[in-house]
């Protein structure tokens, strides 16, 4: 029996903003979110719909 698709997430979204330093090159290595450094995160934003 398949389960039914209503009431299950479909979509996920995971981002973070963060401070960069204009000076420093280190955030053009950041593909993913788990690679910004904790210091320069100022906000998380993930949810699901």
Avoid: C, P
Avoid at 20 to 49: F, L, M, P, Y
């Amino acid at each position: 029996m398949e389960k039914s698709w209503r009431g299950r997430a479909h979509f996920l979204l995971a981002g973070v903003i963060h401070v960069v330093v204009e000076a420093e090159t280190e955030h053009n290595e950041w593909a993913k979110v788990k690679q910004v450094a904790q210091t320069r995160v100022i906000e998380v934003v993930d949810g699901s719909w």
